[in-house]
């Protein structure tokens, strides 16, 4: 069977073994390779190594499938699939012992994190609908997240952030085959809070949709008419915002909050993506009195090429300068640079987010092979092993980070967004 004929088997009924998953798409995430030397904790997971737990939890979510979860079918049984045979994909990378309490242990930190980070680019490159690729990048990034909201006894909000970022009840299910498929001595206790954030997900109606925005978005337009656009996106995306970092409980309250933005504020756009995935041809294409400050012009500039990555503390001060002037003049500007790690996007965020400015995640999605192909045609080409090592340590970006989360494809196309008032209801995954 052909790997495109394979994959669609897992939206019908499909149910492969382990081995046979790797044979089939180990060439796309090598990792897959390394999981049988992948070992874990004996306490948490006295099966073995992660190649054998990865087989149980694909078994376990089979009989899932079969029984309380029959309902779910079609594509997103597909993501289902993928995402339990990729939940511990980086844990190859992330793997370590640690002495915890006077006792060693084998830990993964973040390997969730970077498992979703591993996959974003490749993902593209299997015949996938994109909606599936937002589902399987959804329950790898946030399948931590279940159990860790219940332990820590987060509100509401925290509810509502997760499901702009991953399906909950199929993480749910995900969740609990991975508990069944291992071999542990709290598995009852591990399962019961799995029971309890199915609970909490249904009382904050963010079980199987997100009707908290979908009710925002209708309560607060009558409050928003007569307004530009670009307010309306604005106030309904720090609304939603402060609702989620449990700022406000009321819609009055996050009225009053955001008020003062009828005055006018900056848009920021930050813009993520390796080199060749399109973000030069998109600002050219994008509002032309739009400010943009290129990191690559400021090397150009200071240190006479792109390329020489020299004095990169002189330039990100000249760069963080000049975007002040822009935002104290409340102009908009674009952040332009690969942005691939979290802390870079962070440092811009949160300056723009102290002068009240519209932030706008860009997220230029490609898949490894476009990326490469179209590189190669840029006017400033980068080497093939600095671009590979881009694509290796990148940070996805999500939702969180900003105001609003625009996603481009390939072709330079908006094909998802989070935040947005106007272009209607995309939060959330699909």
């Known amino acids: 069977?052909?790997?495109?004929?394979?994959?669609?088997?897992?939206?019908?009924?499909?149910?492969?073994?382990?081995?046979?998953?790797?044979?089939?798409?180990?060439?796309?995430?090598?990792?897959?390779?390394?999981?049988?030397?992948?070992?874990?904790?004996?306490?948490?997971?006295?099966?073995?190594?992660?190649?054998?737990?990865?087989?149980?939890?694909?078994?376990?979510?089979?009989?899932?499938?079969?029984?309380?979860?029959?309902h779910i079918q079609g594509e997103r049984r597909q993501a289902l699939v993928?995402?339990?045979?990729?939940?511990?994909?980086?844990?190859?990378?992330?793997?370590?012992?640690?002495?915890?309490?006077?006792?060693?242990?084998?830990?993964?930190?973040?390997?969730e994190v970077m498992g979703r980070s591993y996959i974003a680019h490749r993902l593209l490159d299997l015949e996938l609908s994109r909606e599936v690729v937002d589902l399987v990048m959804g329950l790898v990034g946030e399948h931590q997240m279940p159990k860790l909201?219940?332990?820590?006894?987060?509100?509401?909000?925290?509810?509502?952030?997760?499901?702009?970022?991953?399906?909950?009840?199929?993480?749910?299910?995900?969740?609990?085959?991975?508990?069944?498929?291992?071999?542990?001595?709290?598995?009852?206790e591990q399962l019961d809070l799995l029971e309890q954030f199915r609970l909490f997900c249904e009382e904050y109606d963010v079980w199987e949709s997100h009707k908290p925005l979908e009710l925002l978005r209708r309560n607060i337009d009558p409050h928003l008419q007569g307004l530009p656009s670009r307010t309306k996106d604005m106030?309904?995306?720090?609304?939603?915002?402060?609702?989620?970092?449990?700022?406000?409980?009321t819609l009055e309250e996050g009225i009053a909050r955001t008020y003062y933005l009828r005055e006018g504020f900056s848009e920021v756009y930050v813009l993520y993506g390796?080199?060749?995935?399109?973000?030069?041809?998109?600002?050219?294409?994008?509002?032309?009195e739009c400010s943009v400050i290129?990191?690559?012009?400021?090397?150009?500039?200071?240190?006479?090429?792109?390329?020489d990555q020299s004095n990169i503390g002189q330039i990100l001060n000249v760069a963080r300068e000049r975007l002040k002037v822009h935002l104290r003049a409340k102009r908009n500007v674009i952040w332009d640079a690969t942005n691939l790690r979290e802390d870079f996007r962070q440092r811009i965020c949160r300056i723009a987010f102290d002068y009240h400015a519209f932030v706008t995640m860009v997220v230029f999605h490609k898949s490894e092979q476009q990326?490469?192909?179209?590189?190669?045609?840029?006017?400033?080409?980068?080497?093939?092993?600095?671009?590979?090592?881009q694509l290796d340590q990148l940070e996805w970006p999500v939702p969180e980070e900003s105001h609003r989360y625009w996603v481009i494809d390939g072709n330079g196309e908006l094909i998802k967004w989070s935040g947005d008032f106007q272009m209607g209801g995309c939060d959330g995954v699909r």
């Open 235 to 249: 106030i309904f995306a720090r609304t939603m915002r402060d609702f989620e970092e449990g700022d406000i409980s």
């Open 1 to 70: 069977m052909n790997r495109q004929s394979w994959l669609q088997s897992l939206t019908l009924d499909g149910t492969p073994s382990i081995d046979e998953c790797i044979e089939q798409l180990g060439e796309t995430f090598p990792l897959l390779l390394q999981f049988k030397v992948t070992e874990q904790d004996p306490q948490w997971h006295g099966e073995g190594d992660v190649h054998i737990h990865t087989g149980m939890v694909l078994d376990e979510l089979y009989q899932l499938l079969e029984g309380e979860a029959c």
């Open 149 to 188: 909201l219940v332990i820590k006894k987060m509100e509401r909000g925290e509810y509502w952030k997760l499901a702009r970022k991953a399906p909950m009840d199929l993480l749910y299910w995900l969740e609990v085959a991975d508990m069944r498929g291992r071999i542990c001595e709290d598995l009852n």
């Open 294 to 307: 290129s990191l690559d012009e400021l090397r150009e500039e200071l240190n006479g090429g792109r390329a």
């Open 274 to 288: 390796p080199s060749g995935s399109g973000k030069s041809s998109w600002i050219k294409q994008f509002d032309p």
């Open 371 to 389: 990326i490469f192909m179209d590189n190669k045609h840029r006017p400033h080409p980068v080497p093939e092993e600095v671009l590979r090592n």
């Open 82 to 111: 993928l995402g339990t045979l990729l939940h511990d994909i980086a844990k190859p990378l992330t793997t370590r012992r640690k002495e915890v309490r006077g006792t060693e242990r084998v830990i993964a930190t973040r390997h």
